[in-house]
Structures are given as C-alpha cells and as structure tokens.
C-alpha cells in the first residue's frame, strides 16, 4: 500500500534551518508529482512546495519563496524540504503528499520559537 514518512521535524528558533524528509513507498515514485503542505493551528492546510516528477518545475508558497528548498532523490525514493531562515509563522504540521492517491503523511511536527 502507498505509505509516506516523513521525518526531521522539531523544534529550532528563528533565523535556523531544518530539512524534512519524506519517503514514499507503494507507487511508482519516479511518475509523480510531490508536495509539502503545512497545517498551522486554526488554520486551513496551504500548499509549501511542490516539484515535478522530472525534479523542475518547481513551485513554492508566497510566504516560504527564498527561504525554502524542495528537492527529490528518485533513486531513494525521497522528497526533501530545507527550511531556511525559519520564522515563528512557520510554526506548523507539514504534510508530505503524492502518489497517484493523492496520499498524505502522518504529519511532523516543526516550531520555530525562540
């Protein structure tokens, strides 16, 4: 079945970096599109990052352009997000989504406090 897991959340305070991971198994990774999505508390989900099955095009959140990195490794399976210059607005659950299901993560957990 089509699993996520995402993995390398926590906690950091403003102006650090952290870099998610998400990896897929259950489809076939390499055909599909893969996207980050945050959910912060009495929020609605929005959309981080997306990148295409063949690594470009990219697309990035307005709030996130400049300081956030998605990248994909196909021959792991994996889809990455480096967080940078990290601001308490970024404080939320992010979501790993894909596949073919339109599957989702478990979620991770990241704040930013100081």
């Known amino acids: 079945q089509v699993q996520l897991v995402e993995s390398g959340g926590g906690v950091v305070q403003p102006g650090g970096s952290l870099r998610l991971s998400c990896r897929a198994s259950?489809?076939?990774?390499?055909?599909?599109?893969m996207s980050w999505f945050r959910q912060a508390p009495g929020k609605e989900r929005e959309l981080v990052a997306s990148?295409?099955?063949?690594?470009?095009?990219?697309t990035y959140g307005d709030s996130v352009k400049g300081r956030f990195t998605i990248s994909r490794d196909n021959s792991k399976n994996t889809v990455y997000l480096q967080m940078n210059r990290l601001k308490p607005e970024d404080t939320a659950v992010y979501y790993c989504?894909?596949?073919?299901?339109?599957?989702w993560g478990q979620g991770i957990q990241v704040t930013v406090f100081s």
């Open positions: 990148v295409s099955h063949l690594k470009v095009p990219t």
């Open positions: 989504n894909g596949g073919p299901l339109n599957s």
């Open positions: 259950g489809f076939t990774f390499t055909n599909n599109v």
